[in-house]
């Protein structure tokens, strides 16, 4: 069966730390991958995209990285802030059409 | 900078009756989507829409729903007789073109919360 995974216990972090969340999928071939970012009640925010034939993207203190054979992305937050404090989505994207594959996100911490 | 928005924030409705719930995406933008966020679960794809009809529906999307442009602006999602289990959040996206080769992303609103009762 297809499925996105990402780690379902949060990720407490020092303030200024890295942290890197990782997204697992089966059984799909995506075309691209995004990042989104929800608070909570909220809806979620898009950071970034990486397509299939790119293997990093930065953006400021973000860095997404995307290996079509191990099926995995790694999301990077760089010198982390409280501020970055939040869940954090995994989204495929598909040829054809048009519907994301969301995971079910994994919650960041970061502790002053 | 431009922004999806939703209305009501909050909708409270017994079990059978219709609710519709209003977004008003990005104005340059073409395709229009449905998502929904039961609590604690994965946001999952509802429907998406383009040049006045729906272009592609999930499962999810039965003859209970439906989806409108009534107007060059807003863009609604009707449930004709709501279920305990349609209780999510409901989250409206745009994007400027179809995500073909991975060109386009989605932009969301902030969602509509639909407690049936």
């Known amino acids: 069966s297809q499925k996105i995974e990402q780690n379902s216990e949060a990720l407490n972090i020092q303030e200024g730390k890295t942290a890197t969340l990782t997204c697992n999928y089966t059984?799909?071939?995506?075309?691209?991958l995004q990042w989104y970012r929800q608070d909570p009640g909220r809806g979620p925010v898009f950071l970034l995209l990486?397509?299939?034939?790119?293997k990093e993207k930065r953006k400021e203190r973000l860095k997404v990285t995307f290996d079509t054979t191990l099926k995995q992305s790694l999301f990077h937050i760089t010198a982390s802030q409280p501020a970055d404090s939040a869940t954090y989505l995994c989204a495929l994207g598909f040829y054809g059409n048009n519907r994301l594959a969301f995971g079910k996100g994994n919650q960041v911490v970061v502790i002053p | 900078e431009p922004e999806v928005t939703q209305t009501p924030s909050h909708q409270v409705t017994q079990m059978g009756q219709e609710v519709i719930l209003r977004c008003v995406p990005i104005s340059n933008h073409l395709y229009f989507y449905w998502y929904r966020q039961i609590l604690g679960q994965k946001v999952e794809f509802l429907v998406s829409?383009?040049?006045?009809?729906?272009?592609?529906k999930s499962e999810i999307f039965d003859d209970q729903f439906s989806v409108e442009r009534p107007d060059g602006s807003n863009f609604t999602l009707k449930i004709r007789s709501t279920k305990l289990e349609d209780s999510a959040m409901y989250f409206c996206?745009?994007?400027?073109?179809?995500?073909?080769?991975?060109?386009?992303?989605?932009?969301f609103g902030p969602g509509t919360r639909l407690t049936v009762l």
């Open positions: 059984n799909y071939s995506p075309a691209y």
């Open positions: 829409f383009y040049n006045n009809e729906i272009s592609e």
């Open positions: 990486i397509r299939e034939n790119e």
């Open positions: 996206a745009s994007s400027v073109t179809q995500l073909a080769g991975g060109q386009d992303t989605q932009y």
